[in-house]
């Protein structure tokens, strides 16, 4: 998925995989907070400096279905916009899971 935010972290844009993903309509996205969607936000703000074409956050999107984990990474735009870019590490996750419980197994 991909955001565009603005210098205060709200939603100025965003495609349909995140839309999709957090189960709101684009336009109802649109100037609400992008921290206020991760289970911790905070870990958003704080991290944002760090995640600016440097290294990426793996943190948690707040949906109707429950908590889903993303990778999260950041370039810093003109006029303090932030381009975020993320992917679902649900599968991965699902995938650990499974992994774990055929060790347990043998």
Same mark, same amino acid.
């Given at each position: 998925? $991909?955001?565009?935010?603005? !210098?205060?972290? #709200?939603?100025?844009? &965003? ?11 684009? +336009?109802?996205? #649109?100037? %609400?907070?992008? &921290? +206020?969607? =991760?289970? @911790?936000?905070? %870990? /958003?703000? @704080? &991290? ?5 074409? @440097?290294?990426? =956050? $793996?943190?948690? /999107?707040? %949906?109707? !279905? ?7 990474? *950041?370039?810093?735009? $003109? ?5 975020? $870019?993320?992917? +679902? =590490? !649900?599968?991965? #996750? +699902? =995938?650990?899971? *499974?992994?774990?419980?055929? #060790?347990?197994?043998?």
């Amino acid at each position: 998925f $991909v955001v565009l935010l603005d !210098s205060d972290g #709200r939603i100025e844009g &965003a495609n349909d995989a995140l839309s999709d993903r957090l189960g709101v309509p684009p +336009d109802e996205l #649109r100037g %609400t907070s992008f &921290a +206020d969607r =991760l289970v @911790d936000g905070q %870990t /958003f703000r @704080d &991290a944002l400096g760090e995640m600016i074409d @440097d290294r990426p =956050l $793996v943190a948690a /999107f707040r %949906t109707p !279905s429950g908590d889903v984990p993303v990778e999260l990474k *950041a370039s810093s735009l $003109v006029r303090g916009r932030i381009l975020a $870019v993320g992917r +679902d =590490l !649900s599968r991965a #996750r +699902d =995938l650990e899971e *499974a992994l774990e419980t055929e #060790r347990k197994r043998n």
